[in-house]
């Protein structure tokens, strides 16, 4: 099992761990524990390197296998052995991006439900862009307009953004987070983890995401389409 580093500590670029498996076929390995964001909710996995024993093996891409994360090594170089100890390094300039990225859709998704009703139904996201599909029956430019000034407003009113770890049950309690779908989590998943950004929106999720909305810059509403009767989609850049 990989404990994920980043959930509790998204600021993190760097860390030890060790080799906990082999997957010779991907030419890939699973440590005991990890940094990596391995890709899920939209945000995309990232991208950085491994040291063990004297190579440096590049890491194109991490992905979730049951309980354990395994990173994707780049070159030729022979894998390493079960237990080898690793120097693990994220490649922080496009995980920032897309952190500041992932907060920013969760603003527009707290100013969207706050002042349209509206919910949210999917999202994607690359480094510095991102869209999502609200179920709104309409939409227009003027509105458009409003969304983007609501959230650059609550960029600039620099609000804290919280990570907690929560029993399932205790989870389900809170009325906000039944409303982002808390239920279709799967069964078996013991604990949720929740981000909020405080006063404005509170979801389960996965992704990591900065500590203050003052950190995402500025944002831009780049284009708007149906798809669909009742959702629409709305595309985002973030300035850097
Ligand atoms: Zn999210």
């Not at 509105?143 to 407003?153: C, G, S, T």
Request: charged share 25%; glycine share 8%.
């Amino acid at each position: 099992m990989t404990k994920l580093l980043y959930q509790t500590d998204s600021y993190l670029k760097s860390f030890e761990a060790r080799v906990s498996a082999i997957d010779a076929e991907n030419h890939a390995v699973a440590l005991d524990q990890s940094a990596f964001y391995p890709g899920g909710g939209g945000q995309p996995a990232d991208s950085g390197s491994l040291a063990i024993a004297g190579v440096t093996y590049p890491v194109k891409r991490a992905k979730k296998a049951g309980d354990e994360v395994f990173h994707y090594l780049e070159g030729d170089s022979p894998l390493p052995e079960v237990g080898a100890a690793v120097l693990g390094q994220i490649e922080w300039e496009r995980r920032y991006k897309l952190m500041r990225t992932h907060t920013a859709l969760h603003i527009l998704c707290g100013v969207v439900f706050r002042d349209y009703g509206a919910s949210v139904t999917g999202g994607d996201m690359d480094p510095l862009e991102g869209r999502m599909d609200f179920e709104f029956e309409t939409m227009h430019h003027e509105l458009v307009e409003q969304i983007e000034q609501a959230v650059n407003l609550e960029i600039a009113n620099a609000r804290a953004i919280r990570v907690a770890i929560l029993p399932r049950d205790e989870a389900f309690k809170i009325p906000d987070l039944i409303r982002t779908k808390i239920n279709l989590l799967p069964e078996g998943i013991p604990q949720v983890r929740t981000v909020e950004i405080v006063g404005l929106d509170l979801q389960a999720d996965g992704g990591t995401h900065v500590n203050n909305t003052a950190e995402v810059g500025k944002v831009r509403v780049v284009d708007y389409k149906s798809k669909g009767k009742i959702n629409k989609r709305i595309y985002i850049a973030v300035e850097d």
